[in-house]
């Protein structure tokens, strides 16, 4: 199965999913039957438009034999499709492991 990488970035609003939207559909219906990944790296906020627009890409996907994995969503995109639910339908790659850092004792403590 082929895998497609699309870079998306700024705000994934109205005015991105309109620029993006043929183009997007456009990969997904070159892509059937493989997998498309939206690089979201750099997107910094999304809204009920760029939601609406990731669940016609995955249902495109899907019904083409594919799908649609999210890579690099910061914490707060993860989090509005997190609490939309879109977490459990999308796939969404793992965020990097934090890294485990020790806490600072209390004064006095050593």
Sequence with gaps: MSTQVIHLAGEF???LAAARRAELMDVCDRSAGSVV???????TFIDSTGLGLLIGLAR???DGGGGVRL??????VRRVLTL????????L????AAVA????????QQ
């Design 71 to 76: 890579r690099g969503c910061r914490r707060s």
């Design 93 to 96: 790659d793992e965020p990097p």
């Design 37 to 43: 990944v939206l690089d979201l790296t750099e997107v």
């Design 84 to 91: 939309s639910g879109l977490d459990a339908v999308l796939m």
């Design 13 to 15: 609003d109205a005015v």
């Design 101 to 108: 850092l020790p806490l600072p004792l209390a004064s006095g």
């Design 60 to 62: 495109r996907m899907r």
